[in-house]
């Protein structure tokens, strides 16, 4: 090898491998967020319709019909109204058999700001994409609570990410193959 080849590779590859990283790294980054945040959707739509009839003085059975979602298995919507002593009134989560509860934090911040929105993990292996948004009514007012799991939403981050890493791997290899060959062809040209 001719002297100075490697450091003809290095200033060759490194800013290209600075460049493949941080893109990277970014498209991970956007990725991850945009995936998380599409997944308050649902809960954001279900939450405000049973905020609105609870509003106009719709009962907290009328806006949790239908079969429980068991949280640890079901990845649909779930729906919970709580009371203005931050009681349970009614609700179609239910997990290991009974309703779970959210922090009264997300109750607080929900009164306060108009809004919470938060993954909740009510134990592990359970997360779920949560919305929280206050109810008032002419006679008594709380918070209605409306979420749906994360895992289809973890597991296209997780593709994304596996499709990210082989492709910065194949950026790097690449672009190491091309600076080592040009090292080689400049190196060879001198002689």
Known sequence: MPDGWLRAVLVAWLPVAVVATVLAGTSYVVTQQVTRSSADDAPRAL???????????????????GAPVDLATDLGPFLVVYGPDGRVRASTARL?????????????EARQHGIDRVTWQPRPGVREAVIALPWQSATTA???VAGASLQPAEARVDQMTMLLLIGWLVAMIGSLAMACLGAVW?????S
């Open 96 to 108: 290991d058999g009974v309703m779970p509860v959210v922090p009264p934090g997300v109750l607080a």
């Open 47 to 65: 939450a405000q319709r049973a905020a609105d009839t609870l509003s106009h003085g719709g009962k907290p059975a009328a806006v949790t019909p």
């Open 186 to 190: 400049l190196g060879s040209g001198k």
């Open 142 to 144: 709380g918070v209605v």
